[in-house]
């Protein structure tokens, strides 16, 4: 059974930093060649974050929403199965259930339905 389980989400004051962590299990981690994340705050839709793409053996794409450039980082461990999102200089803004995401095929990685497999999402709240 496919499962995605993020970690690392919590309150943190503005300016602070939080690394959320997605954990995936029931396949190999190269059975994924997308993984991303995603964001929802309260009244509002599902909005693209980050995502790190398999283009080749060992190669790797990572594109960020405009919105966390120069703030978000991506990243993925591969002996781990975990895929990261370093988050710094958090603002009240970025406050949402962060959640991540994966699916086999490696093209199209800024929709919701490009993706098939989802976590269970974890909180952040950035207070001012």
């Known amino acids: 059974q496919v499962q995605l389980v993020e970690s690392g989400g919590g309150l943190v004051q503005a300016g602070g930093s939080l690394r959320l962590s997605c954990t995936a299990s029931?396949?190999?981690?190269?059975?994924?060649?997308?993984m991303g994340w995603f964001r929802q705050a309260p009244g509002k839709e599902r909005e693209f974050v980050s995502a790190?793409?398999?283009?080749?053996?060992?190669?790797?794409?990572?594109d960020n929403a405009d919105s966390v450039k120069g703030r978000f980082a991506i990243s993925g461990d591969n002996a781990k199965n975990t895929v990261y999102l370093q988050m710094n200089s958090l603002k009240p803004e970025d406050t949402a259930v962060y959640y991540c995401?994966?699916?086999?095929?490696?093209?199209?990685?800024?929709?919701?339905?490009?993706?098939?497999?989802w976590g269970q999402g974890t909180q952040v709240t950035v207070s001012s």
């Open positions: 995401a994966a699916d086999p095929d490696g093209s199209n990685w800024r929709r919701v339905y490009d993706y098939d497999y």
């Open positions: 029931g396949r190999t981690f190269s059975f994924y060649n997308k």
């Open positions: 790190i793409r398999r283009i080749g053996r060992n190669s790797y794409s990572a």
